[in-house]
């Protein structure tokens, strides 16, 4: 990930074409900050090229060795981009194989930290990248992504050629569409194009600096005569004092750092002046250390700032002030690929260029139609489902499922008006579908209910399932209890527990069935009536990372339609309607992609969020059946569905979803995915139902652990749950106690192969309550998955 030293300015140097100058500049910028009797550090990751041509060869011979360190990492003979070169060199056994990228960051980050120990007083590096923007790295990745873990400050070296203007813009664009800073512009002052005139004024109302510097002399035939003009034209650059001349641009780039360091130590305290945080007590954040400051993220990972005295201030000038934190949470759930995924910036920008935002009723557009498409036809909805509405999130999308399934059953049943104010929904204890007021309502009473909430329905308690002592196991509440005679049920497997065909022969089924029954008669004798059964299928997230028996909500579906309507039921729709909230456990979040196949039944209305997005924008959407939809259908606009958001269906959304859904798709064959599968598995001989990242066996070992009461894991999710007495549940603040070593550096076997440029890293985790749960992206390295489970090991393993 970045760094950023107080003592070390570093900037990188791009390119908007190849052959524009940019080792000329760069030596320039060096000259200058000699000139200041500033050291300086010069890196070439990459050289291409017979040795005597080579950049840094240049930076020697026109600079003061006593000041000016240079450095190549990688270093190949043939003249070619640096893809083909990599690619001759392991084809000719000289090198077998070709450097990765996290190789190469890794080698260049490695370095950069080597400059910083050095730096005891302030010194300057320049890290010159090969050819144009988008010119390959060695793997063939383009520079600007390869690069772009490091996130260094940049400057760009424009195109003062015909058609310059236009290579300099795209190369801007590149870089700004991935995130990059960019200090300053410099390219040749050529007064027959001019590209200069017309940039100055594109870059300054962008807040860049530009400056137009002399271009050099024509190359003489004579070396050393050559030679002698060369350094005179350095020598005069650096004698230049106006506004735009080369000195004038490293004192605007060493303001930048100054501001960007400023910037940074001034966010917690502004942070503490301005921001009201959801979900945390303000009360309990006592200094402003306690503010996580995100400079910027890249794949799983956050850029956080650490202020002098956390690194140890001026005896530790080799910290970077700027350090890789483990996004533990996957950011509230949402990530899917990782932090700035650029499929994902681009296909935001592409529907953004296009169509910014459209009103969407009574009309479609691309994003959107294929998006519906993919998801009634091919996605979550494949088999029941025909109609897809969009929302804004989770909560709203929830908010039209609630509004759907009402009118549905109202229109099946006399219901009185005032009746309909009096419907309450059936679910589970623990539930939780997001923080609007109806939302909320669909919920029992709980911490994130507000004064104005209302429970509107009867939650059953859920029996769960977890790994007790390396044991798959059932645990039944109370009630359960006592109708079974044992609390806690050993499974033969995980996926014997998920073998929801199986089980509903068992004698558990029919206990279920009878106690879901009785219970719902009782409530109804009494004059409850329900309009909805809502779900969150298998895994209760905010409710505590609740992994509940399938069996149980299977049971719950069938008695739900076994109800009875007092109207006539054609055979797509019977008794209530059933709403799966899938805004977490969807799209493969737990290793499925819908978790209507496991069950062996599906709802009537469903909803997805989160990582329908990847985590870069909100959008949800609702998915119903054709037998829902129908009751809205008439000749008078009351009966329709009045009910929308003013960015539904945003095209921006809506294509990154699309890009998603593919990256999701081409994840299912990778070897990550497949080896973790087969580490789950029970039965050779057969797929296994449930999986997860998480290593079983490190699973196992954590559920033994004496202060540890179950662990659980699917798909990207891991949940422990601690034991606890009388401090339990959401407010309890054992988990978050127990966990609070990971916001400190803790040694992991595989920590610097798996962290972002090979530096150590902590972890950004959240807690509910006696529950600590830690989740992936679906792309997240094995050995990343690895290192966590090493630092997670390590903390529960401490006295």
């Given amino acids: 990930m970045s760094t950023l030293f107080k003592n070390l300015r570093i900037h990188q140097i791009f390119g908007s074409n190849t052959d524009v100058g940019k080792t000329i500049l760069t ?36 600079t003061k060795p006593g000041l000016v360190h240079t450095d190549c990492l990688f270093r190949y003979d043939e003249p070619v981009s640096p893809h083909l070169a990599a690619k001759m060199k392991a084809a000719g056994g000289a090198r077998p194989e070709i450097p990765s990228d996290q190789t190469v960051v890794n080698s260049i980050a490695n370095r950069i930290r080597q400059y910083a120990a050095r730096s005891q007083k302030y010194a300057h590096a320049y890290m010159e990248t090969a050819g ?21 400050p940049t400057v760009l070296i424009g195109d003062s050629r015909l058609g310059g203007i236009s290579s300099t813009i795209s190369s801007y664009e590149s870089l700004i569409l991935r995130g990059y800073i960019i200090d300053a512009v410099l390219l040749f002052r050529d007064d027959y194009y001019s590209n200069w005139e017309y940039l100055e004024p594109y870059f300054a109302e962008k807040g860049i600096r530009l400056s137009a510097i002399d271009p050099p002399p024509t190359r003489l035939p004579d070396p050393a005569t050559d030679r002698l003009c060369v350094q005179k034209y350095y020598n005069d650059l650096t004698t230049d004092s106006t506004s735009t001349g080369i000195n004038a641009i490293t004192d605007h780039l060493d303001q930048c750092h100054t501001k960007r360091l400023d910037e940074l130590a001034s966010m917690p305290r502004r942070t503490f002046n301005t921001i009201w945080w959801p979900f945390v007590q303000h009360g309990l954040v006592k200094t402003e250390e306690d503010v996580t ?62 169509y910014g935002h459209v009103m969407f009723p009574q009309a479609t ?26 929302t804004d999130n989770g909560s709203t ?41 109806g939302a909320m309502d669909a919920c029992a009473e709980g911490v994130y209910s507000c004064e104005w909430h209302d429970a509107k329905g009867f939650w059953f308690d859920p029996p769960s399932i977890g790994i007790i002592d390396s044991k798959p196991s059932i645990t039944l509440t109370p009630a359960l209890h006592s109708l079974v005679g044992e609390q806690v049920l050993p499974a033969p497997s995980l996926s014997w527990i998920y073998d929801i065909q199986s089980r509903l022969r068992t004698p558990l089924a029919r206990v279920y069935q009878d106690y879901i029954r009785e219970q719902l008669e009782k409530l109804e004798e009494r004059g409850q009536k329900f309009g909805a059964l809502v779900l969150e ?81 909100p959008l949800a959407v609702t998915l119903a059946s054709e037998s829902i939809f129908e009751v809205f259908l008439g000749d008078n606009k009351a009966t329709a569905l009045l009910h929308g958001h003013s960015y539904t269906a945003h095209a921006l959304g809506c294509e990154v979803a699309n890009e998603t859904l593919k990256l999701i798709d081409s994840l299912k064959t990778t070897p990550g995915w497949q080896a973790a599968q087969a580490s789950w598995s029970d039965d050779v001989s057969s797929p296994c ?53 990971l916001k400190r550096l803790i040694p992991s076997a595989n920590e610097l192969s798996a962290a972002p440029s090979g530096a150590p890293y902590t972890t950004h985790y959240r807690t509910l309550g006696d529950v600590a749960y830690f989740m992936t992206s679906l792309n997240t390295q094995p050995a990343v998955v690895r290192s966590i489970e090493d630092k997670i090991w390590g903390v529960l393993q401490s006295p």
């Fill in 27 to 62: 030596t320039a910028l060096v000259k200058a900050s000699v000139t200041k009797n500033i050291p300086v550090f010069y890196l070439k990751p990459v050289s291409t090229g017979p040795p005597e041509d080579a950049d840094d060869g240049h930076i020697k011979r026109y």
């Fill in 537 to 617: 299928p298998l895994l209760m997230g905010a409710g505590g990372m609740i992994f509940v028996d399938p069996l149980f909500q299977r049971v719950m579906v069938d008695v739900a339609r076994s109800r009875k309507n007092e109207k006539d039921t054609p055979p797509a729709w019977s008794g209530i309607p059933v709403i799966f909230d899938e805004v977490f456990v969807g799209l493969h979040r737990i290793g499925m992609e819908s978790t209507g196949p496991l069950l062996g039944t599906y709802p009537d209305i469903s909803v997805n969020a989160k990582i329908l997005t990847g985590g870069l924008v």
């Fill in 689 to 741: 139902q449930v999986w997860s990242f998480w290593d079983p066996g490190f699973v196992q070992a954590v559920s033994n652990l004496p202060h540890v009461a179950s662990a659980m894991a699917l798909g990207s999710v891991f949940a422990i749950r601690l034991k606890s007495g009388s401090d339990s549940g959401y407010v309890s603040m054992s988990a978050q106690a127990m966990f609070e070593p």
């Fill in 293 to 354: 400051v995100i400079d910027s993220a890249h794949s799983d990972f956050f850029s956080v700032y650490r202020s002098q005295d956390q690194t140890g201030g001026a005896q530790s000038p080799a910290t970077s002030l700027l350090a890789p934190e483990f996004d533990g949470s996957a950011s509230w759930w949402t990530q899917t690929v990782g932090h700035a995924h650029p499929s994902l910036t681009l296909a935001a920008a592409r529907a953004s260029g296009r």
């Fill in 132 to 152: 144009g923007v988008h010119s390959p790295s060695l793997s063939g990745t383009t520079q600007a992504d390869c690069y772009r873990p490091l996130f260094l």
């Fill in 365 to 390: 557009h691309l994003p959107a139609l294929n998006l519906a498409e993919s998801l009634v036809h091919n996605g979550p909805g494949k088999g029941w489902a025909s109609r897809a509405f969009f």
């Fill in 397 to 437: 999308g929830m908010e039209v499922a609630l509004k759907m399934a009402l009118r549905a059953y109202t229109s099946r049943n006399n219901v009185t008006e005032s009746d309909k104010k009096r419907l309450g929904v059936i679910g589970l204890n623990g539930s939780y579908h997001g923080d609007t007021i």
